[in-house]
């Protein structure tokens, strides 16, 4: 029984550790419009993606990490478009 009550534990910190990829995210996105400057994309375009990104790390400083993901794949779809 004190297996079973450890191995749950375990899974549910580990999964609450691992279940946000922010830093992820946006390092990805850091890569991608440093890729897109030296590409010739439109400055217009690659300052609106700067600035979801900016929102998105902000979120996720502010503990909204849900909100976080939601702009920086937005961010992510926008410049693989």
């Known amino acids: 029984m004190n297996k079973v009550l450890l191995t749950i534990m375990i899974v549910l910190f580990a999964s609450n550790a691992f279940s946000y990829s922010c830093p992820m995210l946006w390092e990805e996105l850091d890569?991608?419009?440093?890729?897109?400057?030296?590409?010739?994309?439109?400055?217009?375009?690659?300052?609106?993606?700067?600035?979801?990104?900016?929102?998105?790390v902000k979120a996720h400083d502010d503990g909204k990490h849900e909100k976080s993901e939601d702009i920086l794949n937005k961010a992510l779809k926008m410049i693989k478009s």
């Open 31 to 56: 890569y991608e419009i440093n890729l897109a400057k030296n590409s010739g994309m439109s400055l217009d375009k690659i300052e609106k993606i700067q600035k979801l990104r900016d929102e998105g």
